[in-house]
């Protein structure tokens, strides 16, 4: 069911979002039994507490949320998510507590909270709904919320039921609904189109490789996303050990945030033009799997010493990178689970990106404060350029050394695209859960992005 806002009600319950320091001011505006109430529950706005007081009939009155202090505020986002889940049901608007960008973030985190996967298992219980907050973009909030739905429901899908077919049907059901245009080139048909290296690492899977290529809108600059989808991840003939294996579902991350994210610009009628490329595929293993020092060659013309079937995401998105650049796109944005190199880094919370540009990387930073989507650029190090380069080959898709993983991946990506060009390595799971982010799928970088493309594209 779509994320969305409670509708207007008389009747919804007043919500006041209370910061430690603001208790007493808050609580001497309430009235004598309220005040006594919420001094006898030990009420003292601590991040996520959540009180509600009763009513003379037993019904709820109001609620108070705590939001703690700055510094605490600070070692998180989305805390009125907490309290979206643990009010009892009912319907609230907020009341208090919270200035103009606080109210956004605050109205994001509700929607986003109320996000469950349940393809597998009876539904969750509806939890209380929010009226939107007066000043607030309700509509681009909701496009948003399920935009970030879409990513969170297609990384949660276990690759039985979200293979490279299933992927497919995901893509064209978004084109579907944005009126867009979508090509599907499958199989042995890659081999002729010239997408030697997807059709490589996808062709011993019993489920075929394919590229998808989805296009919407005609005017205003070009913006093209590229996603690896693969849609689950083996390791191929470098075999991952189970425990490597266990989340290899979410491998198709950069595919899942690249489709939530083209369903925020089409929801949002930006206007540019919107190309999506996805190569998907299954690393499977079988005895026309690819293997290690097989030299493949590339859409490109650039070959390839294979030193780990393992790094194979970034074969994928060579061929995807190349047919992006040939019609001159005004960016260029991959997103992929591509490096473990990249989570040793920064961690799962932080999405690390690449660019040459000053102007693109601080563009994104700035849209990333704004909208609670953080991101950390890491750099293109030319001096690394050598460590991608194998002697035998143009390239080489698993320098050894063990270094700089996430940095020589985004050098091998950049070998294949020339026009203006951002990276993404996201990881796509939230190992544990958090406000408004349950353990599970969830995308990265997208809102950052998005909020970013005005100044991207000046549009």
């Not at 009125?80 to 643990?86: F, Q």
């Amino acid at each position: 069911m779509p994320l969305a806002f409670a509708p207007e009600s008389d009747t919804s319950i007043p919500l006041h979002v209370v910061a430690a320091d603001d208790v007493d001011q808050t609580l001497g505006s309430l009235s004598d039994m309220a005040r006594a109430w919420a001094t006898s529950q030990g009420f003292t706005g601590e991040l996520g507490q959540v009180l509600t007081i009763p009513d003379a009939q037993g019904g709820i009155a109001l609620a108070l949320v705590g939001y703690g202090t700055a510094a605490k505020r600070a070692r998180g986002r989305f805390h009125i998510g907490t309290a979206a889940r643990n009010l009892p049901k009912g319907t609230y608007h907020i009341a208090s507590g919270l200035q103009d960008g606080e109210l956004e973030e605050a109205a994001l985190a509700w929607l986003l909270a109320s996000y469950s996967f349940d393809r597998y298992r009876k539904p969750s219980s509806a939890i209380a709904g929010l009226i939107a907050p007066g000043g607030v973009d309700a509509r681009r909030l909701t496009i948003i919320a399920n935009g970030e739905a879409l990513t969170r429901d297609l990384i949660n899908t276990p690759a039985s039921d979200m293979g490279p077919d299933e992927l497919e049907d995901a893509a064209r059901a978004l084109a579907g609904d944005h009126d867009a245009s979508i090509n599907v080139i499958t199989g042995d048909d890659l081999v002729s189109a010239n997408f030697p290296l997807i059709h490589s690492v996808g062709r011993a899977s019993t489920r075929a490789p394919r590229l998808l290529d989805l296009r919407w809108g005609d005017a205003g600059p070009q913006l093209t996303l590229v996603g690896k989808g693969v849609c689950f991840d083996t390791g191929g003939l470098n075999i991952k050990p189970g425990a490597s294996m266990g989340l290899m579902k979410k491998d198709m991350g950069g595919a899942a945030t690249v489709l939530g994210l083209a369903h925020m610009i089409m929801g949002l009628g930006l206007k540019l033009r919107l190309r999506v490329l996805i190569p998907a595929v299954e690393n499977g293993i079988d005895g026309n799997a690819f293997r290690p020092q097989d030299i493949l060659s590339s859409r490109k013309g650039l070959t390839v010493e294979v030193n780990n079937t393992d790094a194979e995401g970034r074969l994928v998105l060579a061929d995807a990178l190349t047919l992006s650049d040939e019609d001159n796109p005004d960016l260029v944005i991959s997103m992929a689970t591509l490096t473990g190199a990249a989570r040793v880094a920064v961690g799962a919370d932080l999405s690390p990106f690449f660019t040459d540009d000053d102007g693109h990387a601080d563009a994104i930073a700035k849209a990333a404060r704004a909208v609670a989507d953080p991101v950390w650029r890491l750099p293109f190090h030319e001096p690394y350029e050598t460590m991608i380069e194998p002697g035998i080959a143009d390239l080489d898709n698993a320098p050894s050394g063990g270094m700089a993983g996430c940095i020589t991946a985004a050098l091998f990506l950049r070998r294949f695209v020339q026009s203006p060009y951002v990276h993404f390595d996201i990881y796509g799971w939230q190992p544990t859960a958090a406000p408004s982010r349950p353990k599970g799928g969830v995308g990265m970088g997208a809102r950052a992005v998005l909020e970013a493309l005005p100044q991207l594209l000046n549009i």
